[in-house]
């Protein structure tokens, strides 16, 4: 098992059980203390845990922006059947703003048979995906570059964005409620803002973990946003609130 797996499996753990030994992650995952050791420093480094003396916990999650690596790992076959369903949004000859999350950089992939796109992302690893696209002009905001991810952040990127006007912005979050969608970091929410300023409609990627899961930073209300595209149907009274606001809820 390569690093970036056991790394994987250690956080699915700490997800269930919230605080383990070494000696317990060395059982499960059938490697020596130094190896679990070497990973627990890497994931503490990203600040995703908190060692002990002979053990490990997990730091909780709440308004903390896990690194990429971390956050592509998490529900990958609910994200790639988002994106499928983004796809109904686009058109070639858009243009059209990406943020730098995980959901959306999984779209990636799926634009190739579109023509003639123009794409603004602060996303880093999403423009290196574009950039192989041959039908996809992209252009990658200025600023700077987030600690431990692969966003481009701040003043600079957000007036880099105010000099395009899109037809689509898609964009994800790390949680809505029944008041709107939320991000875990304040750079993040206003470069997606400049975003939601500067095109004619953004659809939001959200999949059902965060549902019901609300934020410090106020990313928008459901009345600037198209259209929620997910995996599940959200609650009863979440998706009251969301239609209510004439938002549409895609699954």
Not at 77 to 88: H, T, W
Not at 195 to 203: A, F, G, P, Y
């Amino acid at each position: 098992m390569f690093s970036k797996e056991r790394s994987e499996e250690i956080l699915k753990i700490l997800k269930t059980k919230k605080q383990v030994s070494t000696k317990y992650l060395c059982k499960e995952l059938y490697c020596s203390i130094a190896t679990i050791r070497r990973d627990l420093m890497e994931l503490e480094k990203a600040g995703l845990v908190k060692r002990c003396h002979g053990g490990v916990a997990l730091i909780p999650s709440y308004n903390m922006e896990y690194p990429h690596m971390f956050r592509e790992m998490e529900n990958q076959k609910e994200k790639n059947y988002i994106c499928k369903l983004a796809l109904d949004f686009i058109s070639s000859g858009y243009a059209i703003f990406l943020d730098s999350s995980s959901t959306v950089s999984s779209l990636c992939p799926l634009l190739k048979d579109y023509d003639n796109l123009t794409i603004v992302t602060n996303g880093v690893k999403t423009a290196l995906d574009l950039v192989q696209l041959d039908s996809v002009n992209t252009f990658i905001a200025g600023g700077q570059l987030k600690s431990g991810s692969t966003s481009i952040v701040g003043e600079l990127t957000g007036g880099f964005i105010d000099n395009f006007k899109a037809d689509l912005s898609i964009i994800s979050c790390r949680g809505i409620d029944e008041n709107g969608a939320y991000e875990a970091n304040q750079m993040q929410a206003l470069v997606k803002q400049h975003m939601i300023r500067n095109s004619k409609s953004t659809i939001l990627l959200c999949d059902s973990s965060k549902f019901s899961n609300s934020h410090f930073y106020k990313l928008d209300s459901f009345a600037n946003i198209e259209a929620i595209i997910t995996d599940k149907e959200p609650p009863a009274k979440l998706l009251n609130s969301i239609l209510m606001s004439g938002c549409e809820v895609i699954y």
